[in-house]
């Protein structure tokens, strides 16, 4: 009897397991940034993407988000109905998240024509994009300063020259491909607007 019992106690304590980590957001988590949050969600599933974030003086607030076990679909839908700032979509096996709390023209959305490029790393393909004369244009029609950033070392995605041949498109669809590329990496790029002051910084936070 007093078997049973405690087989029926454990069932349910593995029913109201199973139940919360099926969820997005719970109240017992650690405060983070949405971008913080989508990163890790992008990172654990190991799937290329990146992440826009446009923004003012503020940093985006800490929130008790869960990434938690669902699917990478579903969370990031579960998350932009709670925040209603963020946007995505999957773009063959790659994601796009966009997270706007600011709006405005943005530099990741200038068109570029198709180009054809020689890589051996993400610094130097997302390098090659950013010089593109449409991007310098934007750049300066945005007033934007750009904020250098420490790429930090080689992955094991990155010991070899690739040739990549990018279709017309936007930059950030040409920097998801770039993604794609060289295995499941993940950018970032902050666009931010305080003071009278303008920047943007480009990140590589995982190859």
Aim: proline share 5%; aromatic share 4%.
């Amino acid at each position: 009897m007093i078997d049973n019992t405690l087989r029926i106690l454990l069932y349910a304590v593995m029913l109201c397991a199973s139940a919360a980590s099926a969820q997005v957001v719970t109240a017992k988590t650690p405060l983070r940034p949405l971008d913080a949050v989508v990163a890790d969600l992008l990172k654990t599933a190991r799937v290329p993407g990146g992440i826009e974030v446009t923004r003012g003086c503020d940093e985006l607030e800490p929130k008790p988000f869960e990434v938690a076990t669902a699917p990478t679909s579903d969370a990031l839908t579960s998350l932009s109905q709670v925040e209603r700032t963020l946007t995505w979509q999957k773009i063959g096996t790659s994601y796009l998240v966009t997270i706007t709390p600011v709006g405005g023209p943005r530099v990741a959305s200038v068109g570029l024509p198709a180009l054809q490029l020689k890589a051996k790393n993400l610094a130097e393909a997302s390098d090659f994009l950013l010089q593109q004369q449409a991007v310098q244009n934007r750049i300066a029609e945005l007033r934007l300063s750009e904020v250098p950033d420490n790429i930090g070392f080689s992955s094991i995605h990155e010991r070899e020259t690739r040739d990549v041949s990018l279709p017309a498109g936007t930059l950030r669809e040409d920097l998801n491909a770039l993604a794609t590329v060289f295995g499941a990496a993940i950018w970032q790029l902050d666009q931010r607007e305080c003071g009278g002051r303008r920047s943007f910084r480009l990140s590589w936070i995982a190859k």
